[in-house]
């Protein structure tokens, strides 16, 4: 009789603990977006290295089939609740918008502070693919007497950030004939002048602003192309109002919800296979 062995997950799930939608045990996270894994940048263990994106270097989910020197693009939840790199052994903490390892460290008055404070947690939806970050305080870190309860009014979402490949000689000429050329020509003629600058025309270096400075919302087509040729990119994290948070995600384009959703696969400690 010919029956299906069923993949193992690396540990057996318990009823008990609380993984916040992750799987038990190991697992690797790929942006909907952009097709690459969560990865510890350099494969390093400091405290506060960068987590950004990668290309997938290995490509079994089969744990005894893995190379473990891609252990820096594996993850876990631990016994706290915290996401944490395999690699390093360190949880994963937000340190101004971007994902770091953090250390345990001591702590230091006042309490909370940039310096010591509650790792946040990390919870996942398979059903809309959001990652979303808790936080027990404001993640800015404000001096004492100066708080605010603002942060607890937004969902904070975890989100791949495009990278557009530099600007050549090219781009700039044109810009340079667009403005000095076509808008006299315009004024001559009486034919409209070029219109004001988008979102798009501010990503694309009209104005001095970074990726990182532009409201999601406002983002154009232009500001979500994604053709560098570095193979890496970064992730941010993002807090969006939990009131208009339903409304704004029908007026995002579908490349903007792709940056926010992910897809968590588990790792096997065998493979399936027929048996007799």
Known sequence: MTQLAVPLSMTPTNP??????????????????????LDVTRDDIEDGTEIALWPEKEKSLVESFRNPETNNQVFFIDTSGALCSRSAGHAIDVEDE???????RPVSLPFPNAYAHPPPKF???AKTGEITVHFTCDPSYPPPGSSSQAWQ???YLL???????????????????????LTPI???????????????AVFNGDIDLTEDELVEEE????AEVDDAATWGRRVRVVGVQKKEKDMMDLLLSEK??????????????GNARTAS
């Not at 971007?98 to 345990?104: A, D, E, G, N, Y």
């Not at 983002?219 to 232009?222: A, C, I, N, S, Y």
């Open 256 to 269: 903007v919800r792709n940056r926010r959703r992910w897809v968590v696969t588990p790792l096997r400690t």
């Open 123 to 125: 919870s996942y939806s």
């Open 153 to 155: 009014s937004k969902t």
């Open 186 to 200: 315009s004024f001559l003629t009486g034919a409209p002048p070029p219109s004001p600058a988008r979102p798009d």
């Open 159 to 181: 989100t791949s950030i495009p990278m557009r490949k530099p600007r050549t000689l090219i781009d700039d000429a044109s810009d340079f004939i667009a403005s000095s050329i």
């Open 98 to 104: 971007r994902l770091v390892l953090r250390h345990r």
């Open 16 to 37: 008990d603990s609380d993984t916040s939608g992750f799987p038990a045990g190991y697992f690797i996270v790929r942006s909907v977006g952009s097709n690459r894994l």
């Open 219 to 222: 983002r154009g087509d232009e």
